[in-house]
T-cell receptor, first 113, second 110 residues
Framework: GQQVMQIPQYQHVQEGEDFTTYCNSS?????IQWYKQRPGGHPVFLIQ?????EVKKQKRLTFQFGEAKKNSSLHITATQTTDVGTYFC?????????????FGQGTTLQVKP | NAGVTQTPKFQVLKTGQSMTLQCAQD?????MSWYRQDPGMGLRLIHY???????DQGEVPNGYNVSRSTTEDFPLRLLSAAPSQTSVYFC?????????FGNGTRLTVT
């Protein structure tokens, strides 16, 4: 079956340092989404990437979708304590409107002030 | 709009008991799904629905049933609870691909 792998599982950084999490799929994805889950909360949608090689930015966050549409990354520049949480990638092979997203295991980010 | 509402927030069951986790959304989304979240395993899809009257299995459907009689509601039934079903359960809905999650139900099976 389709698998989405995410690394690293945990990352501890000093406030101000950069952070990157990587997502790899065993199969080609039609799109990839990224979610953030704060401790004790529920996942919240951040962004969706659809095109091969696509790059999108949201303030200090940069998202990339690989040329082969099998991998993606999320990079945070100059982390802040508000960035603490678990970041999940999620992909789908079919239509993006089915809600049938397969999630990676997540990367939990801790930021030391 | 309340978004996606899940009840209860917490539940403790004994092995063999049955129960239903409720999920309702008021956004008129066609698509709804149930995930379970376990440490180190991310979110795993249990069942999903693309519209009223239509359901399908996800990655880990065993031990769970769903039905979708209305657009708004998508209950998840545990037929005979087992300790392996101890988890946090999230219901989600979507219209344009991105998922809107409920606040979750923390279930413990002893």
């Amino acid at each position: 079956g389709q698998q989405v792998m995410q690394i690293p599982q945990y990352q501890h950084v000093q406030e101000g340092e950069d952070f990157t999490t990587y997502c790899n799929s065993s199969t080609t994805l039609s799109n990839i989404q990224w979610y953030k889950q704060r401790p004790g909360g529920h996942p919240v949608f951040l962004i969706q990437l659809v095109k091969s090689g696509e790059v999108k930015k949201q303030k200090r966050l940069t998202f990339q979708f690989g040329e082969a549409k099998k991998n993606s990354s999320l990079h945070i520049t100059a982390t802040q304590t508000t960035d603490v949480g678990t970041y999940f990638c999620a992909g789908t092979k079919g239509s993006s409107n089915t809600g049938k997203l397969i999630f990676g295991q997540g990367t939990t980010l801790q930021v030391k002030p | 709009n309340a978004g996606v509402t899940q009840t209860p927030k917490f539940q403790v069951l004994k092995t063999g008991q049955s129960m239903t986790l409720q999920c309702a959304q008021d956004m008129n989304h066609e698509y709804m799904s149930w995930y379970r979240q376990d440490p180190g395993m991310g979110l795993r899809l249990i069942h999903y629905s693309v519209g009223a009257g239509i359901t399908d299995q996800g990655e880990v459907p065993n031990g769970y049933n769903v039905s979708r009689s209305t657009t708004e509601d998508f209950p998840l039934r545990l037929l005979s609870a087992a300790p392996s079903q101890t988890s946090v359960y999230f219901c989600a809905s979507s219209a344009q691909g991105s998922l809107h999650f409920g606040n979750g139900t923390r279930l413990t099976v002893t």
